[in-house]
């Protein structure tokens, strides 16, 4: 029987959500063995003078504990 856990983490991106939520799987692999999904929780963007300067997405990780 696998165990599998969750965690939450925040990434950011000048370019898209897409490239956010990219960055931050690339990121989390570096730390974490086994992830099997990333689950986009949600998005917002970061407005400066009117303008979107960066998007940025809340994953939850899964990946299996052994």
Do not use: C, P
């Amino acid at each position: 029987m696998a165990v599998a856990r969750v965690t939450e983490i925040i990434s950011s991106s000048k370019k898209s959500f897409d490239h956010a939520t990219r960055k931050g799987v690339r990121r989390a692999s570096k730390t974490l063995r086994n992830i099997k999904s990333a689950w986009v929780k949600d998005q917002n963007v970061i407005v400066e003078k009117g303008e979107v300067v960066a998007y940025r997405v809340v994953l939850k990780v899964t990946f299996i504990l052994g």
